[in-house]
Protein backbone atom coordinates (compact mmCIF):
# COMPACT_ATOMS: atom_id res chain seq x y z
CA UNK A 1 0.00 0.00 0.00
CA UNK A 2 1.55 3.31 -0.98
CA UNK A 3 2.42 6.03 1.93
CA UNK A 4 -0.42 8.18 2.66
CA UNK A 5 0.31 11.95 1.80
CA UNK A 6 -0.11 14.66 3.86
CA UNK A 7 0.12 18.37 3.33
CA UNK A 8 1.56 20.13 6.59
CA UNK A 9 0.75 23.74 6.43
CA UNK A 10 2.44 26.44 9.29
CA UNK A 11 4.38 29.54 9.02
CA UNK A 12 6.67 28.50 11.91
CA UNK A 13 9.62 26.98 10.03
CA UNK A 14 10.53 25.08 13.44
CA UNK A 15 7.24 23.41 13.96
CA UNK A 16 6.91 22.61 9.95
CA UNK A 17 10.03 20.45 10.31
CA UNK A 18 9.41 18.79 13.40
CA UNK A 19 5.95 17.31 12.16
CA UNK A 20 7.50 16.95 8.37
CA UNK A 21 10.40 14.93 10.29
CA UNK A 22 7.76 12.77 12.48
CA UNK A 23 5.92 12.22 10.19
CA UNK A 24 8.05 10.98 7.28
CA UNK A 25 9.78 8.58 10.01
CA UNK A 26 5.68 6.93 11.14
CA UNK A 27 5.52 6.35 6.72
CA UNK A 28 4.13 9.01 5.76
CA UNK A 29 4.67 10.99 2.23
CA UNK A 30 4.50 14.80 3.27
CA UNK A 31 4.26 17.82 1.75
CA UNK A 32 4.58 20.98 3.30
CA UNK A 33 3.77 24.20 2.66
CA UNK A 34 4.31 27.83 4.45
CA UNK A 35 1.00 29.95 3.63
CA UNK A 36 -2.34 29.54 2.36
CA UNK A 37 -2.07 30.20 -1.47
CA UNK A 38 0.40 27.53 -1.63
CA UNK A 39 -1.69 25.04 0.42
CA UNK A 40 -4.39 25.71 -1.86
CA UNK A 41 -2.28 25.50 -5.08
CA UNK A 42 -0.53 21.95 -3.31
CA UNK A 43 -3.95 20.55 -2.35
CA UNK A 44 -5.30 20.69 -5.90
CA UNK A 45 -1.62 19.66 -7.46
CA UNK A 46 -0.73 17.14 -5.20
CA UNK A 47 -3.70 14.85 -4.08
CA UNK A 48 -2.95 14.63 -0.19
CA UNK A 49 -4.65 12.42 2.09
CA UNK A 50 -4.99 14.67 4.60
CA UNK A 51 -4.09 18.12 5.10
CA UNK A 52 -2.63 19.66 8.57
CA UNK A 53 -2.90 23.69 8.39
CA UNK A 54 -2.55 26.45 11.00
CA UNK A 55 -4.91 29.09 10.83
CA UNK A 56 -3.05 31.72 11.23
CA UNK A 57 -0.97 32.26 7.79
CA UNK A 58 0.32 34.76 5.76
CA UNK A 59 -1.34 36.11 2.84
CA UNK A 60 -4.51 33.71 2.73
CA UNK A 61 -5.48 32.45 6.11
CA UNK A 62 -5.85 28.85 7.27
CA UNK A 63 -9.70 29.16 7.27
CA UNK A 64 -9.78 31.23 3.94
CA UNK A 65 -7.44 28.24 2.27
CA UNK A 66 -9.84 25.87 3.85
CA UNK A 67 -13.04 27.60 1.71
CA UNK A 68 -11.40 27.12 -1.09
CA UNK A 69 -10.29 23.64 -1.40
CA UNK A 70 -13.87 22.38 -0.28
CA UNK A 71 -14.74 24.23 -3.32
CA UNK A 72 -12.87 22.64 -5.43
CA UNK A 73 -14.56 19.31 -6.91
CA UNK A 74 -10.42 17.33 -6.58
CA UNK A 75 -9.91 18.49 -3.17
CA UNK A 76 -13.52 18.94 -1.71
CA UNK A 77 -13.68 15.33 0.48
CA UNK A 78 -10.05 15.58 1.62
CA UNK A 79 -9.88 15.61 5.40
CA UNK A 80 -8.85 18.57 6.80
CA UNK A 81 -6.96 19.18 10.47
CA UNK A 82 -6.56 22.64 11.90
CA UNK A 83 -3.31 23.46 14.00
CA UNK A 84 -3.85 26.13 16.01
CA UNK A 85 -2.62 27.77 18.96
CA UNK A 86 -6.33 29.39 19.58
CA UNK A 87 -8.51 27.63 21.96
CA UNK A 88 -11.13 30.30 22.36
CA UNK A 89 -14.57 29.02 21.09
CA UNK A 90 -15.08 31.99 18.22
CA UNK A 91 -11.59 30.33 16.53
CA UNK A 92 -13.30 26.62 16.99
CA UNK A 93 -16.30 27.86 15.12
CA UNK A 94 -14.69 29.68 12.91
CA UNK A 95 -12.72 26.63 11.61
CA UNK A 96 -15.50 24.76 11.82
CA UNK A 97 -17.62 26.74 9.62
CA UNK A 98 -14.45 27.26 7.29
CA UNK A 99 -14.53 23.43 6.63
CA UNK A 100 -12.21 21.76 9.18
CA UNK A 101 -12.70 18.17 10.23
CA UNK A 102 -10.83 18.58 13.30
CA UNK A 103 -8.72 20.60 15.33
CA UNK A 104 -5.75 20.44 17.54
CA UNK A 105 -4.24 22.91 19.66
CA UNK A 106 -0.47 23.81 19.33
CA UNK A 107 1.85 23.21 20.57
CA UNK A 108 0.91 19.70 19.40
CA UNK A 109 2.67 16.24 20.15
CA UNK A 110 3.54 14.89 17.30
CA UNK A 111 2.64 11.69 18.08
CA UNK A 112 -1.01 13.07 18.68
CA UNK A 113 -0.58 14.44 15.37
CA UNK A 114 -0.80 10.77 14.30
CA UNK A 115 -3.54 9.73 16.19
CA UNK A 116 -6.16 12.22 14.94
CA UNK A 117 -4.61 12.05 11.12
CA UNK A 118 -5.37 8.06 12.24
CA UNK A 119 -8.83 8.61 12.89
CA UNK A 120 -9.60 11.17 10.13
CA UNK A 121 -8.61 8.85 7.25
CA UNK A 122 -10.51 5.88 9.15
CA UNK A 123 -13.50 8.28 9.21
CA UNK A 124 -12.99 8.85 5.84
CA UNK A 125 -12.92 5.38 4.49
CA UNK A 126 -15.97 4.19 5.99
CA UNK A 127 -17.91 7.11 4.79
CA UNK A 128 -18.15 9.02 8.19
CA UNK A 129 -17.24 12.57 9.06
CA UNK A 130 -15.10 12.52 12.28
CA UNK A 131 -17.04 13.59 15.34
CA UNK A 132 -15.26 16.52 17.47
CA UNK A 133 -15.01 14.82 20.29
CA UNK A 134 -12.95 12.28 19.13
CA UNK A 135 -15.79 9.37 19.26
Known sequence: MPARRILIVDDY???LE?????LRSQGYDVVTASNGYDAVRLAKSTHPDVIVMD?????????D???E?????PTTGIPLIAATGFSHDRQIAEARAAGFDQIVI????????V???ERVLAARES??????DGN
Do not use: N
Open 13 to 15: RDA
Open 18 to 22: VWEWY
Open 55 to 63: LQLPGLSGC
Open 65 to 67: AAR
Open 69 to 73: IRMAE
Open 106 to 113: KPCDPSQL
Open 115 to 117: DEI
Open 127 to 132: GQRPSP
